[in-house]
C-alpha cells in the first residue's frame, strides 16, 4: 500500500525537477495536485489551500503552467507551513488530538482555510471558498493568480 505514495515533502527528492517531471504532461489543478497522495504524502486539503496562498499561486492553476519559479516557491510554502504546523502540533479543526492528548494549534495560523467572506491578511480583500473535486478551497483571488 505504501509502494505508491508520493515523495515526502521534507525529503531531497521533493525538488524543483521531481515536479517538473511530474506535472509536465499533466492537465490538473496544482490543488488535486498537492492533496494527491501518489505526487506528495502527507499533504490534506488544509495543507493545500495555506500553502497556496503562501505561494500565492491561484488553486484553479494547471500544472503544466507552472513556471519553474512557481515549483520552488510551492517547495520552500510546503516545507514552511508543514514545518509551523508540526511545532504547533498540528491542527485541530474538530477532534484532532495528537498522542499525548493534547490539541493542535496550527488552526490559530490559518490564513486562509475556513474563512471565506473574511478579509485577507495581505490585500484586505474578501477570501473566496469554492469546490475543487467536492473539496472546499479558500483562496484569495487578488492575491493568488
Do not use: W
Not at 508540526?86 to 494549534?105: M, S, V
Not at 491578511?121 to 469554492?130: E, F, T
Amino acid at each position: 500500500m505504501l509502494k505508491n505514495l508520493g515523495v515526502d515533502p521534507f525529503s531531497k527528492k521533493f525538488n524543483e525537477e521531481y515536479l517538473s517531471q511530474i506535472f509536465k504532461n499533466r492537465s490538473k489543478n496544482i490543488k488535486n495536485s498537492l492533496i494527491d497522495q501518489n505526487i506528495i504524502a502527507g499533504i490534506g486539503n488544509i495543507y493545500a489551500c495555506e500553502i497556496l496562498f503562501k505561494a500565492k499561486i491561484n488553486p484553479f492553476k494547471n500544472v503544466n503552467a507552472l513556471m519553474d519559479e512557481d515549483l520552488k516557491t510551492i517547495i520552500k510554502a510546503t516545507k514552511s507551513i508543514l514545518k509551523k504546523s508540526i511545532t504547533l502540533g498540528g491542527t485541530t479543526i474538530k477532534d484532532h488530538a495528537q498522542p499525548n492528548g493534547k490539541l493542535g494549534y496550527f488552526k490559530q495560523k490559518l490564513q486562509v482555510y475556513g474563512k471565506k467572506n473574511k478579509k485577507c491578511n495581505i490585500c484586505n480583500k474578501m477570501l473566496v471558498m469554492a469546490y475543487i473535486s467536492k473539496r472546499s478551497t479558500f483562496y484569495c483571488n487578488q492575491c493568488q493568480i
